[in-house]
């Protein structure tokens, strides 16, 4: 047990590793992804694809296993990443009012606009 217990700390990290790539991964493809859109839906391609290379020094901090790097961007975590999420939040709502979401009050699109996304 004490074995166990003792190797769980570099498991943990392993499996953040892990989680952190998958996290970078997914969001580069949602920035690919929307990054043929036209006007208000491009918001989110540049947002996410700026995150992605907001975080790649820290990824190869982390492979390298050196803090240098980390130094330089901790103002992402209390600046960067509220603010990408409040842009992408707002989109997010816009985007919902306009297809006729569970938004109160919001405008409901012609038919041919919602077939379009289904």
Same mark, same amino acid.
């Given at each position: 047990m004490r074995t166990a217990i003792e190797a769980f700390p570099g498991i943990g990290s392993g499996l953040f590793f892990l989680f952190v790539l998958a996290f970078l991964l997914g969001t580069l493809c949602y920035g690919l992804a929307f990054l043929g859109s036209r006007g208000a839906d491009r918001v989110p391609s540049v947002v996410f694809l700026l995150w992605f290379a907001l975080s790649l020094p820290g990824l190869a901090g982390t492979i390298a296993g050196? =803090? !240098? &790097? =980390? $130094? &330089? @961007? #901790?103002?992402? %975590?209390?600046?960067? #990443?509220?603010?990408? $999420? !409040?842009?992408? +939040?707002?989109? @997010?709502?816009? $985007?919902?009012?306009?297809? +006729? +979401?569970?938004?109160? %009050?919001?405008?409901?699109?012609?038919?041919g606009i919602r077939t379009r996304l289904s």
């Open positions: 050196t =803090d !240098a &790097l =980390d $130094r &330089l @961007l #901790q103002w992402m %975590g209390p600046y960067f #990443q509220p603010a990408a $999420r !409040a842009v992408i +939040g707002v989109w @997010l709502w816009k $985007r919902a009012a306009f297809y +006729g +979401g569970a938004v109160p %009050g919001a405008p409901v699109p012609a038919e």
